[in-house]
Structure formats: C-alpha cells, structure tokens
C-alpha cells in the first residue's frame, strides 16, 4: 500500500508539472496583419448593423479565436523577463534624484533595462490586441442583445381580430401546397419506388422492430421491474427501479429512430417533407420523455417515493398535464421553428417588389400570430391548472420540520408562479406581443421540466448513496445528499440560461472569463490557479499528518519522553506543517501576496479589535502546548471546576469533570487564572479528616487510636509520617485532626470514608463518645402554656374531626403523574444539582469522587 501511495503522489507531481513544462515553451507570435483585416471587418459590420445574426455569429468567432492566441501569447519571453528583472534588482536600487551611481553600474542598468523593454515588447503588444478583440466580441454581444430585445417587444396583428384569421389560412395552404408539389416531383421520377422495392426486407424489418418497441416497449419494461422488485433487497429496489425505468424512456425513442430510418430508406420524401417528419419525430419522443418524467413525479404506486403529496385522482391529472405541457411545447420548438423557416421561404420567396415584400411580412406576422395563440392559450390553461395542483399540495402537506417548510415555501412561489404566467401570457399574446408571450410561457414549461429531471435526479443519487452507505435510517437527511442536490443545482444553472434565452456564446464568454480569474487588488484569482493552491496544500497536509502519525505512533513513544511533551511535539509540528504547506501552496501558484499588505494591514486592526479574544486564546494555547503547565490526563481545578484534562487545543482545553460532564476552559484562563494541578509533579497528596469526641474523654488515647487508624491504611505514606492534632475545644466537643499524606490522591476520597469507618469501629469498642450537638429549652411561664378543661374538650372533638378528614384525604392519596409536576423552576434541574453538589461538599470531596 505505501508503494502503491508513493506511486499515486508521483504520477500527480509528474500531472502538475506537465503544464509548466508546456507553458514553459514560447508560443510564436500572431500574424498581427491578418489580425488586423479581421478586426476592422467586424468593426465595420458592428458600426453598419447590417448583417445577420449567423454572420455576426461567425465573425464573433473568429475574434474569440483570435483573443485566445493573444492571451498565450502574453507570456512570450516570459522566462528570460524574469531573468532580466532578477539582474536589475541585482544592482540595487536606482539612485534617488540628485544622486549619481558608478558609471559601469549606470551603464549596466541601462542595458538590461532596455533588453528589458525589448523582451515585453511581443507581451504588450498581444495584450492590446486581446483588449481590442475584448471591446469587439462586447459590441457584438450588445447589439444582438439588443436585437433580441427588440424581437421580443415587438407588436404584430392581433390573433384575436377576425380580419387576421385569414393570414393564418393562407401560411397553412402554402405550406400544404408547397409540400404537395414536393411530394409530386417525387413521384413524377421514372420509377420512384425502386429504392422502395430494393430495401424492402430493411425496410419492413426497421417498421417491425420500430412499431414493437413503440407499442410494447413500455409493457416489457413494466413486467422486467415487477420481476426484479420480488427479488431484490428493500434497499437496492429504488435504484434498479429507476435504471429499469430508463428502460420506458429509451424504447420507444429508439422506435421513433428507426421508423423514422425506414422513411429515409424508402426515398419518397424530399428535403422539406423530411425536416418535417423529424420535427414530428421530436414532438413524439418529447411526449415519450414527459410520459417516464410525469411517472418519476406523479408515481402510479406507493413502490416509488413521490415528491409532492397528492391523491391518487390528483397525480394522474398531473401526469397527463406534463404531457401535454411537453408536447405543446415541443410543437412551439422545434415544429414551430420549421414552420416559420419554410413559412418565410415560401412567402418571401414570391416576393419581387417592395409592396409584396411588405405585404409578405404582414402575412408572416399576422399568420403566425393565428396559428401559435391558439397553443398559447392550450398551453396557459395547463400551466394553471399545473400551478393549482402544487397549492394543493401545500394543503396536504403536515411536515413540521424546518426544512420541510422551507420546501414548502418554494413549492408555493413556484405554483403562484405558474398561475401568473398563464394569466399574463395569453393576453401579451391576444394583445399582439406574440414573442414576449412566447418568450414567457414556453421557457416556463421547459423550466418545469428542468426541475423535474433535478429532483428525479437527486432522488436516485441519493438512493444510490443510502445503498452503498448502507445508511437507510438517517442517509437519506444526511449532509451527502444535500451536497449532490446543491451540485445538480449548479449543472442546471446553464441549461437554466439557455433556455431563457442565453446564447451559447454567452456561456462561452462568461467561462473564459471565469477562467482568466477575478482581480482583487492586484491579485489574480483563477480556477488555475487556486486548483494548484488546493493541490499542493492538500499534499502539505497529507504529508503533515503522515509525519504526525509516524511521530505518535513509532518515534515518540520509544523516548522518555511523557504523554504531554509528545502531544506537544504532534501538535506543534502540526502547526508548523500546516504553515509551510501554505506558503508553499501559495507560492507554486504564483500568488503575489505584496499588492495585500495595505489590506492585510487594515484587516488586522479589525482582528485586533473583533478577534481579540480568539487571537488571545490562540496564543495563550501555544504557550500551554510549549511551557505544558498542564498535560493531557492532568486533575487540575480552575475557575471552580475540577476535573481530568481530556484534549488541549490552539483555542481551548477540555476538562472531564468527575460527574462525566465536559467543561470547555478557553486557554487564556489556564495561562491568566490561578490554576491547581493535583498531579502536575507528582500523584502524592494531603487528606485532612476531622474527628470530634466528648468531653471528658482521654485525649492521649484517641491520639494514638487515630495514628494507628493512620498507620492501618496502605496508601498513607510513612515518611512523613502521619500526624493527629488535637486542634482545640469546641463548642460541642473536643476537635481533632488527622493529617495523612497519601502516595495517590486519586484515592482521597476512599482513604478517608476507610479511615472513617475504622474510628467508628475503634471508638465504639474503647468506649468513646461521638457527641453530637444539644441545646436545654427553659421556659419563664410554662403555666400560660397548660389549657383550662373547656378548652382541652373543644380542641380534643375539633382533633377528632381533623382525624376522620385526614383519615378520608389518606385513603383518597395517589401518585403524582408527570404532568402534575408542571414546568421547573429555576434551581430545580441540573443547575440546581449542581449549586447543591457545590454547597455541599468541598473540593477535596469532588475530587475523590471518579
């Protein structure tokens, strides 16, 4: 295993050098003339605004192409600049103004400064010209921006005016028409059917195949999942459920692929009749993805966890509403986006003057107004209903937990959402903004259908962890998941951005900007280059703990060395590999830390006033890991606490008290506060235990009953020996003190309750007396006290009366539920405990007691 480790770190060093061996090689300098023609070119174009989109497209390309080869550019001659620079700082500073220098050493400088001028010449100069292409590819984008903004905010013929109806009717009949007379020159060929005839057995193998994987490839699927459900763990059913499920998805496109490669093998379709049979191809499988989507959220049966709580009447209306949904919107993209295109070509292309074509454009808008508000308004009624179904789901939902109302929330905005959508979007439409309605509502349901394949997603990704944890308990709300849900979040954000709209170039753009990094004063962070700063620190630290490991566990315990030192030793070098894996890391990824020293300077005012505490602690746990006052498994007392030191760290120490709870010290209070270490130097320790007899008791023979009790205990060390003080007359009896010194004072507290039950037993048999306190009572009057006859009766029958009711409350008693107790009081629960542990007995006492 350590050869196979050593391998794995070789490989990854030969992995990070690679790249500066490459980078290492000066690139060769642009062709700045042919830069030159292509800038002033795209310049032109952005000044005119006059070419199409594509064209824009094409030569945005050509710039971003162009900007990469100055960007590599920059660093031509990058490795000689820096020997140069070194030469120069060599001499030494310049001379201020008005002073002179040593004419060799002016004429040195000089030189290497000119050779210095001269090796940054080809960098400068491919750094203008990427800021040129920069300022280029920014134009382009603004201005199809702002084309794109002006599409959508553009006013067409309204749908809802019956004089436009027959636009629609006439964009209709052109393209049957149009694809009529296609169809026609394909027949009218010599013999049209002969590819037909030649790839029969092809032909009708692919329709066989197509029609069964469309027709039963969904009910094989089924019974497959029924078969493996009976046989498989509860743990492993929800993964193969979902790989089986795929099963439903995959079929029947795969159908659709091959009936539509047996149309192609018959020949009989021209070029527009197959754009549309691939146009309708999509809207199938569309309609088929949303069928196995709409199954994953809306489940059939309880085999499957659903995500929203509904009735069963209720999820099959939400599974026919995503497909319809994924239909219409299928038919507004890609069939719409061929209706357009092969509208305009039809129209247009019969267009000769300026009227027709002004004619021909009211035709195209007022048409294709008619024929997509009737989807839009077919669309905006599912929306609604969509976005009600997720209000009832708010309805059913009981989950009290955080997280579940914060779930809760989300899914509330998003169905209002919905509803809003659906309401405006028609009437953008009805007013005539038929491409803001569009704009609107279509992404909307492609957006619904993005985060539907997420939660999907995330459910199987986290089925998949609980399985392989083997955690089905908590595995499912542990940290794991959350972190793959946030991950598939931000693999959506493009996809999210596309489909409002976003070009590709747009994306591209804003990585590369990304990767050339983000300046923050004067330091440039890049993907890069904290990639590099998180390799080589995480292999600092991997080497850091390896040392630490081999020191704790092979080196350290071989020396005289105690417990604590070595801590200290571990800990310290911890620190230090920790520092030096930073600097290190900070410098192989060519981080000029300089250009921060104003902000560092400024941050620790900040860390002087708000980290004050933190920073003292900091250092006060250096000092305790470097003097150790206290080590690891040391019974120390501060603060009133008293306990076994569990762990020092750089901001506090853990103390184990000795009723097995933890106090947390923070460091400067070990270093700033008196601190008492009961086993610092030495395990030895004083017991002192009181002893009080009558008065009238011999004393010189309690003194030597109480030494030979001493003497009787094992732990009580001879030298010095013990010692029996008679320490005076008190109020109750004669006060002695038995003074011992124990060789393990963690046994205090079983010597004294040892040697207190040896004096009992040693008192009792020479016959001396334990007083305890009395006090005589002298009344002045007790006549006033005696009662008269009369009196006595009275209050004898009131006695008597108070027996029976006391007698009746007795048998009527029970136990005291729970709920009876009520709330406690402050002092009644653990810090009350403690407060009666503290009063009543010493430290000594707490001490003993582990």
Do not use: C
Not at 137 to 165: E, G, Y
Request: aromatic share 6%.
């Amino acid at each position: 295993m350590t050869i196979l480790r050593l391998a794995r770190l070789l490989l990854l060093a030969v992995a990070l050098a690679l790249p500066g061996i490459v980078f290492a090689q000066s690139p060769e300098p642009p062709d700045y003339k042919a830069w030159e023609k292509t800038a002033t070119e795209a310049e032109q174009m952005v000044q005119a605004d006059k070419a199409q989109r594509q064209e824009f497209d094409k030569i945005r390309q050509e710039v971003v192409n162009w900007r990469e080869k100055f960007k590599a550019a920059e660093d031509i001659n990058a490795s000689q600049i820096s020997t140069v620079k070194a030469q120069i700082e060599a001499l030494g500073p310049p001379p201020k103004e008005g002073q002179s220098e040593d004419k060799a050493i002016a004429d040195r400088r000089k030189k290497l400064n000119d050779e210095l001028a001269q090796l940054q010449s080809p960098g400068l100069r491919a750094t203008e010209a990427a800021s040129r292409a920069d300022s280029i590819v920014a134009n382009i984008d603004q201005l199809l921006r702002a084309r794109q903004t002006d599409k959508l905010l553009r006013l067409t013929p309204s749908p809802l005016n019956p004089i436009n109806w027959p636009e629609g009717l006439k964009v209709l009949s052109e393209l049957t028409s149009e694809l009529a007379s296609e169809m026609g020159q394909q027949l009218n060929d010599t013999d049209p059917y002969a590819s037909a005839r030649n790839n029969a057995p092809a032909i009708v193998g692919l329709l066989l195949v197509a029609l069964l994987l469309v027709a039963r490839g969904r009910t094989w699927i089924d019974k497959l999942a029924d078969v493996l459900e009976a046989r498989l763990a509860r743990n492993a059913q929800r993964v193969i459920d979902f790989i089986v499920s795929l099963g439903q998805l995959l079929l029947p496109i795969a159908g659709i692929v091959l009936l539509e490669a047996a149309l192609v093998q018959t020949e009989l379709f021209g070029s527009r009749w197959m754009e549309l049979l691939i146009a309708i191809g999509v809207v199938l499988s569309a309609a088929f993805v949303a069928f196995w989507l709409s199954g994953r959220i809306f489940p059939r049966n309880d085999r499957q966890v659903a995500p929203f709580t509904l009735q069963s009447e209720r999820r099959r209306e939400g599974r026919l509403l995503t497909i319809s949904l994924a239909v219409f919107a299928a038919i507004q993209g890609p069939f719409g986006d061929w209706l357009v295109a092969r509208g305009q070509d039809v129209i247009e292309g019969s267009a000769k003057t300026a009227e027709e074509i002004d004619a021909a454009g009211h035709t195209l808008d007022a048409g294709f107004g008619v024929l997509v508000f009737p989807l839009q308004v077919l669309a905006a009624i599912a929306l609604f209903r969509f976005g009600q179904l997720l209000r009832r789901h708010l309805r059913n939902e009981t989950s009290g937990s955080e997280e579940g109302a914060f779930r809760d929330r989300l899914v509330g905005a998003l169905g209002n959402a919905l509803i809003a959508v659906a309401v405006v979007a028609p009437v953008l439409g009805g007013i005539g903004y038929i491409n803001a309605a569009n704009a609107l509502i279509f992404p909307t349901i492609l957006t619904l259908g993005l985060i539907a394949l997420l939660l999907v997603l995330n459910q199987f990704f986290t089925d998949v962890y609980v399985l392989v944890a083997r955690r089905e308990d908590d595995g499912r709300d542990s940290l794991i998941p959350a972190l793959i849900g946030f991950l598939l979040g931000l693999l959506a954000m493009p996809p999210a951005a596309l489909i409002w709209g976003a070009r590709p170039a747009d994306l591209a753009e804003m990585w590369t900007r990304f990767q050339n990094g983000v300046s923050v004063s004067g330091v440039t962070i890049s993907p890069g280059i904290f990639l590099t700063f998180a390799i080589v620190f995480v292999i600092g630290l991997m080497v850091t703990r390896l040392l630490q490991g081999a020191l704790k566990t092979s080196l350290l315990p071989k020396t005289k060395i105690d417990k604590g030192g070595q801590n200290a030793i571990v800990s310290g070098l911890g620190y230090f590999g920790i520092f030096l894996a930073a600097v290190i890391a900070i410098s192989s990824a060519g981080i000029d830390l300089s250009s921060l020293a104003i902000v560092a300077g400024a941050l620790s005012v900040g860390v002087g006033f708000g980290l004050q505490t933190i920073v003292q602690n900091f250092v006060s746990g250096i000092i305790l890991l470097i003097e150790r006052p206290i080590s690891e498994g040391d019974w120390i007392e501060v603060n009133g606490q008293m306990g076994i030191v569990k762990a020092i760290s750089v901001r506090s120490t853990r103390i184990e008290t000795f009723d097995r709870t933890e106090v947390i010290v923070p460091n400067a209070d070990l270093i700033s506060g008196q601190v008492t270490n009961w086993t610092r130097g030495n395990v030895t320790g004083r017991l002192i235990v009181p002893v009080g007899v009558a008065y009238g008791t011999d004393t010189r023979k309690v003194e030597t009953i109480l030494h030979e009790v001493a003497a009787n205990q094992s732990l009580v060390m001879m030298n010095p020996e013990p010692v029996v003080i008679f320490k005076g007359f008190g109020a109750d009896s004669l006060d002695f003190e038995v003074r011992v010194i124990l060789s393990d004072v963690n046994f205090i507290l079983r010597v004294q309750s040892e040697m207190n039950h040896e004096i009992n037993q040693r008192f009792a048999e020479a016959g001396i007396e334990i007083p305890f306190a009395q006090r005589d009572v002298w009344l002045r009057n007790p006549e006033v006290l005696r009662p008269n006859k009369d009196d006595a009766e009275a209050q004898s029958a009131e006695a008597e009366d108070k027996g029976s009711e006391d007698s009746d409350d007795t048998a009527s008693k029970r136990p005291v539920s729970r709920a009876e107790y009520g709330k406690p009081q402050p002092g009644e629960g653990p810090e009350g405990l403690e407060q009666q542990r503290h009063d009543s007995s010493d430290g000594e006492a707490d001490a003993g007691d582990r």
